[in-house]
């Protein structure tokens, strides 16, 4: 994800290191893309043993979930691992070989299950989480750095490895790992995602599963939070200070609130949404939740160290910042002077968060209407593209 980080002030700055903490959806198959059958020599073409995986169903989602307890149950964390003869060398997948709207997309059933390079997993995939800049790749607006096509989309993703390259140091087959698949969001990413049965994966973007999260929750973090922390820390944000988050109800906005209240210590957390989700807000630790339908952010009576804009009011983020603050801008149009960065995304920030992931001191928020099956991704995507949702949308179970 492309990020812009706007400076009123000249100060330099730089990382700062994590606070330790406390304790702790079916389209009729088409004829598939060459590129796509066994041995096509494209997306995945190749191919070599691999593990396949059953899941147990089970678990309990933590308060901030806002989806209606009659939904699919999630994973547990119980896995039982197959032995390599009995996976198939094919899988389904999700795939699009044109941009376009999410009719653009189908499900095929013979996609070649991908090899592993030595730095990478094959991961048995459980859940998968849509992100914005899925449909935006989709839609065509990355072509000058996409992969080639056809694509199997999705970033984020959450399951059990099942092989391991030779040279994986640190994970092993029948680990629980979640993280986002691509390293630089728009920069040449796999055109093999994780809305399939089996994705490869370097292992230095995962991270272990927190032990209390199912795998469709784990599924929902990595992107969002991994864009969330790295904002605040370009932003040089450290406790004390204060922040003003518009979008606090989305993936990003959310786990910004959190982080900034519960890992940083943050003096005081503002965040925008519309009127019905200003308990949510409050929920998640903002002091102040401001319903932007009814009040102008550029006329509130203090202003904030560093503004977290989420969806694209750049214009108006810019006005409510304190002399010397920072204004952090995930889209839209960027008031110079600005510079940009690209999220990166990494298994050891995973890492880094987990224990405040498993105290319960941050919390992943899933929209209302999921986990969408693996059957309905055409309507997740749609949905997803309203600007509606809550949270993340979540693809689960895989398959």
Not at 147 to 153: G, I, K, Q, R, Y
């Amino acid at each position: 994800m492309l990020c812009t980080l706007h400076c009123p002030s000249s100060s330099s700055l730089s990382l700062l290191p994590l606070p330790s903490p406390s304790k702790p959806y079916l389209a009729p198959p088409l004829l598939r893309p060459r590129s796509l059958r066994r041995g096509g020599g494209g997306v995945g073409g190749g191919g070599g043993g691999v593990v396949g995986a059953r899941y147990k169903l089970g678990g309990a989602y933590p308060s901030t979930r806002v989806s209606a307890s009659s939904k699919p149950g999630p994973a547990s964390a119980d896995a039982v691992v197959a032995a390599p003869s009995e996976v198939p060398e094919q899988m389904r997948a999700w795939i699009y070989d044109e941009y376009g709207d999410a009719g653009v997309l189908r499900l095929e059933d013979g996609v070649a299950v991908p090899e592993v390079g030595d730095d990478q997993v094959l991961v048995r995939v459980s859940a998968a989480a849509l992100n914005p800049v899925d449909f935006k790749r989709r839609q065509g607006k990355f072509k000058a750095t996409d992969s080639p096509l056809p694509t199997v989309p999705g970033y984020d993703v959450a399951g059990v490895v099942v092989k391991v390259g030779s040279q994986v140091k640190n994970l092993k087959e029948g680990d629980e790992v979640y993280g986002d698949i691509n390293e630089k969001a728009l920069e040449n990413p796999k055109q093999f995602g994780s809305l399939a049965e089996y994705t490869a994966v370097e292992e230095k973007l995962l991270a272990v599963k927190p032990k209390n999260l199912d795998f469709a929750q784990a599924a929902s973090l990595p992107l969002a939070i991994e864009t969330a922390y790295e904002g605040l820390e370009k932003a040089g944000f450290s406790a004390g200070k204060s922040v003003l988050v518009l979008g606090g109800a989305g993936g990003v906005g959310s786990l910004v609130i959190q982080l900034a209240k519960h890992v940083y210590g943050a003096s005081k957390v503002a965040a925008t949404s519309s009127t019905g989700k200003l308990e949510l807000l409050k929920s998640l630790g903002a002091d102040l939740a401001i319903d932007y339908t009814k009040e102008n952010i550029e006329e509130l009576p203090e202003k904030f160290d560093v503004v977290y804009d989420a969806v694209g009011q750049c214009e108006r983020a810019v006005k409510a910042v304190k002399e010397g603050g920072s204004v952090v801008v995930l889209t839209g149009p960027v008031t110079p002077p600005g510079f940009r960065f690209v999220v990166t995304s990494n298994g050891e920030s995973l890492t880094k968060l987990n224990p405040y992931l498993e105290s319960g001191k941050v919390k992943p928020l899933l929209d209302p209407k999921g986990p969408f099956p693996f059957s309905q991704v055409v309507e997740a995507f749609s949905y997803l593209e309203t600007g509606r949702a809550t949270g993340k949308v979540v693809i689960y179970p895989i398959p």
